[in-house]
C-alpha cells in the first residue's frame, strides 16, 4: 500500500486512534484500542476492504464500495499503526488484531488468508480474529476451517444482530450469506475442527431483546459451543449519534439472561464513537469524504453506488 496520505483522529478520552489512509484508488483504515496500557491490552482493528458491499442498515461503511484491499494492503496498516504509536508488541500481554473494521474478510479471503499468514509470522502473540455476516462459499468456508485448525491463535465471530432470518435480512440486505441455522452449524463445524469457540456478535438496539429473541438465540446456539458478545448500536453517522441505541443496562439485563443459562458472554462499549465514530466499521470522515468523493471513484475504478 502505498499511502498517499493520512488522517489521525484521536478520542476525547484518549485511549482510542483512528487512522484513515488514502492510497490508491481508495480509502482504508484502521481503529487502535488501548485497555489501562498497551502493555497489558492492546486491540487493532484493521479494514480488508476500501468501502463494503454488504450493506448493513446500522454501518454507514456500507453505503459505498471501491475495491478489495490486496494481503499487503492490509498488513501495512498495522504495521503502520504498531509503529506510530510504538507498541513493542513482544511485550503487550493481550495483544489482538481484528478483521472488522472496514469490509467483509471472507468477501476478500485471496487477501484475507495471506495476510493471517504473515501476521502470524510477524506477530506471533497475537490473536488474529475474523469477524463475518457468513457469505455464502462452501470454498472459503472450507479454506478457513484449514488455516484455522494450522494457526491456534485465529478466532471466529458471526456477526448476528438479530435472532431470525427475516429480521436479519433486513439489517444485513447482503442476500448470498448463510441462515442462522447454517451458522450455527458451521459455527459447530469450526468448533470441532479446532477445539476454540466461536462468538456470536450480537448488537443490542431496543427491539431485538424480547424473550421471543432470547429463546430464538438459545435454541439455535448451544452454550457450550458458542460464546455472545453483546453491543450497544453505534450511531451509523456522526448526524445521528445522539439517536444511536446505547442503554448499557438493558444490553446488561439481556446478557445476564445468557449467563443464567450458561453463556460465556461479553459486552463491548465501543469508546471513541461519540466524537471520532470510534465503533468498529462506523466510519464517519471515510462517509463524509466517499460521499463527496463517490462520483469520481464509480466513474474512475468502478465502485459500486
Not at 66 to 79: A, F, H, K, M, P
Not at 247 to 252: G, K, P, Q, T
Not at 292 to 298: I, M, Q
Request: glycine fraction near 6%; charged fraction near 25%.
Amino acid at each position: 500500500m502505498t499511502i498517499i496520505s493520512l488522517k489521525k483522529f484521536e478520542s476525547s478520552e484518549g485511549n482510542v486512534w483512528k487512522y484513515v489512509f488514502h492510497i490508491p484508488n481508495g480509502i482504508t483504515e484502521s481503529v487502535l484500542y488501548r485497555y489501562e496500557s498497551f502493555e497489558k491490552r492492546t486491540v487493532l482493528c484493521c479494514s480488508v476492504q476500501s468501502g463494503c458491499p454488504v450493506g448493513c442498515i446500522f454501518c454507514g461503511t456500507g453505503r459505498h464500495f471501491i475495491r478489495n484491499l490486496s494481503s499487503d494492503e492490509i498488513i501495512e496498516q498495522i504495521d503502520y499503526v504498531f509503529k506510530d504509536s510504538s507498541i513493542d508488541t513482544f511485550n503487550v500481554r493481550k495483544l489482538q488484531i481484528m478483521f472488522m473494521s472496514m469490509g467483509e474478510p471472507f468477501l476478500n479471503y485471496d487477501s484475507v488468508e495471506p495476510a493471517i499468514r504473515k501476521l502470524h509470522s510477524k506477530y506471533p502473540n497475537a490473536q488474529l480474529l475474523v469477524s463475518t455476516i457468513v457469505p455464502r462459499n462452501e470454498s472459503v468456508l472450507n479454506k478457513f476451517i484449514a488455516l484455522s485448525k494450522e494457526i491456534p491463535k485465529i478466532g471466529l465471530q458471526f456477526s448476528i444482530h438479530k435472532s431470525s432470518d427475516e429480521e436479519r435480512d433486513n439489517s444485513i440486505p447482503f442476500k448470498n450469506k448463510l441462515a442462522l441455522e447454517e451458522i450455527a452449524l458451521y459455527g459447530r463445524k469450526w468448533f470441532l475442527a479446532t477445539g476454540r469457540r466461536p462468538y456470536c456478535n450480537y448488537c443490542v438496539d431496543g427491539k431485538n431483546d424480547s424473550e421471543n429473541d432470547f429463546k430464538n438465540l438459545t435454541s439455535l446456539f448451544d452454550p457450550t459451543v458458542f460464546c455472545f458478545t453483546f453491543s450497544v448500536v453505534c450511531a451509523k453517522d456522526e448526524t445521528m449519534k445522539d439517536n444511536a441505541f446505547r442503554n448499557l443496562s438493558v444490553v446488561d439485563t439481556f446478557s445476564r439472561r445468557f449467563i443464567d443459562a450458561g453463556y460465556d458472554t461479553r459486552i463491548f462499549d465501543p469508546a471513541g464513537q461519540d466524537d471520532i465514530g470510534g465503533g468498529c466499521g462506523q466510519l464517519w470522515y471515510v462517509q463524509k469524504y466517499l460521499t463527496e468523493k463517490h462520483r469520481v471513484y464509480d466513474e474512475a475504478w468502478g465502485g459500486m453506488k
